[in-house]
């Protein structure tokens, strides 16, 4: 009996690494198969519910599984004058959300909701169609776990002071379609410590409206002024309307003395030029993530993403210091709207924790002379990989069997495309994805998932380049803009993927 070798998938801690490969409705079908997939899988089912008025879980399932219910979502659900009795007992429950059209008798049943939970209760998501009475917001002040807050699509009016009190103990906050009124005019100062957010290392400002802000200040200043009062802010996204949005990145972005020191994640949706890009990476530490979808990644920036050095303030001087690790050698994230004609090369080969690259031009004659890829780590490729040689020719067929070999030392490739973001009418050359131009050089890319050539018109894919991708990416699912007239290879792939009830165009 000694000798007995417990089955694996018997294994609670094996069977849960399993789960985070599955979907819901695989989940649902393991617990189904085995009592060792149902006592490991039912947390995961019962973890997070959804509760409306056509779905609504009845209360001997509740009673039953309600020792996994950590999170519940309300969804256009319509409140009586309690919280609904069967909820009322769990003691895991840590986050709350409303969303859509809830509705209560009147605003305090849902004060008194929060109260009855509010020494548990560390997420709380409201959205529109509720109102929030001054009470409201001082009875988030006595959740004492209360960390993580999402406001969408509000008027914060006359309790504009206890929400900022609320502020102060969040870790995060997600502000959407909010609009703001009254706001203190000593907030702007920057000189009160009662509106510092030390907390908060999350912040999601999107739409966001200050309304009469206070004279001379704009809208795009005051929400400047409530990035710059969190110190501790990691992770930072915003967008809007474009207007006077430099007095927003010049106040938050561009601040002297900088105070945030711990960004390493940016997403914005506004422009900023490449200067000012490239200042921002200059007093930045540490840099994971950069998702600038209207502006173009340029030389400044491109310099400072390798500098060896930052700009601190050192006994109120600027000075510049060795930084312990250069921006290239932190990155993970690099996402930009346009193709950027520059640069693409040199971050592939300089940055080995990249794990998605969006909006660059790299041309094959580039990945020749350059130095090898070190980002063997890369998930997401979307660039314009651009043919500057000639495919039919000896040499331009050696040149991009080198560039298909960079490309499949991305082992871990889930998505990849070659011609870049663009209008569909602009028409582009990328490699020849055929084996005889050195597709079967891809071998390796058993991840791959999507493979996008569009507004290539030269693509002229065959049967035997079809039957090579189906059997050598086992993970493919669509392949898109490389058929053209090809009745046979775009047959075979169609086969393929409506086998797997996947899609290919």
């Known amino acids: 009996m000694n000798n007995l070798k417990p089955n694996p998938f018997e294994i609670p801690e094996i069977l849960l690494l399993i789960a985070e490969l599955l979907d819901q409705e695989d989940i649902l079908n393991c617990i189904c198969a ?22 609504d879980p009845d209360s001997k399932a509740v009673q039953k599984h309600k020792e996994y219910i950590e999170q519940i979502t309300f969804e256009s659900y319509k409140f009586n004058d309690s919280f609904p009795e069967k909820y009322e007992s769990l003691q895991r429950l840590q986050s709350i959300a409303y969303t859509w059209w809830c509705s209560w008798p009147t605003p305090i049943h849902l004060i008194n909701q929060i109260k009855a939970h509010s020494s548990i209760i560390t997420i709380l998501h409201l959205t529109k169609h509720i109102e929030y009475p001054p009470v409201f917001w001082k009875a988030l002040l006595e959740c004492p776990s209360l960390n993580h807050l999402v406001v969408h699509n509000k008027d914060i009016d006359v309790a504009v002071d206890p929400f ?23 907030f702007l100062s920057g000189e009160n410590s009662e509106y510092i957010f030390p907390n908060i290392h999350t912040l999601y400002i999107e739409y966001v409206r200050i309304v009469d802000p206070p004279h001379p ?19 930072l996204r915003f967008g809007g309307e474009n207007q006077d949005r430099e007095d927003f990145y010049k106040i938050a972005l561009l601040q002297h003395p900088w105070t945030l020191n ?23 530490t540490e840099l994971k993530r950069l998702h600038l979808s209207t502006c173009k990644f340029g030389q400044f920036s491109l310099q400072e993403l390798l500098a ?8 109120g001087q600027l000075v510049r210091k060795t930084r312990l690790r250069r921006l290239c050698e932190t990155v993970e994230t690099l996402m930009f709207g346009t193709n950027n004609g520059i640069g693409g090369q040199t971050i592939l080969s300089n940055c080995p924790r990249l ?27 979307i660039i314009y990989l651009k043919a500057d040689i000639d495919q039919e020719t000896e040499e331009g067929m ?47 890319l058993k991840r791959l998932d999507t493979l996008r050539v569009e507004s ?46 996947i899609s290919n165009k």
Not at 34 to 55: M, P
Not at 219 to 231: A, E, I, K, Q, T
Not at 359 to 371: M, N, P
């Open 308 to 315: 060896d050095r930052q700009e601190v303030v050192d006994n």
């Open 355 to 381: 794990k998605t690259l969006d909006g660059f031009i790299i041309t094959v004659s580039e990945i020749v002379d350059g130095a090898e890829w070190v980002c063997t780590g890369l998930t997401r490729l």
């Open 262 to 284: 711990k960004l390493s994640d940016l997403c914005t949706h506004i422009t900023i030029e490449d200067e000012d890009i490239a200042a921002l990476l200059r007093r930045m």
């Open 398 to 444: 050696a040149k991009a069997r080198i560039a298909f070999r960079q490309l499949d030392k991305l082992t871990q490739l889930e998505y990849l495309m070659l011609t870049g973001w663009g209008p569909k009418n602009l028409r582009r050359r990328t490699l020849d994805m055929r084996l005889r131009a050195g597709l079967n050089e891809l071998a390796n």
């Open 164 to 186: 900022l009190q609320v502020c102060r103990r969040l870790w995060h906050l997600e502000l959407r379609y909010v609009a703001i009124r009254q706001l203190p005019i000593s």
């Open 34 to 55: 085995s009592k060792a997939f149902h006592r490991a899988f039912i947390s995961l089912i019962w973890r997070k519910i959804t509760v409306g008025q056509e779905r």
């Open 217 to 235: 200040y704009s809208n795009w200043y005051c929400l400047g002024m409530f990035v710059r009062n969190c110190p501790a802010l990691c992770s």
């Open 456 to 501: 290539d018109s030269h693509q002229q894919m065959q049967l035997e380049d079809a039957k090579w991708m189906v059997s050598n990416w086992p993970s493919i699912r669509s392949v898109s803009g490389v058929l053209n007239d090809e009745k046979d290879a775009a047959a075979l792939l169609k086969e393929f993927f409506e086998s797997h009830n």
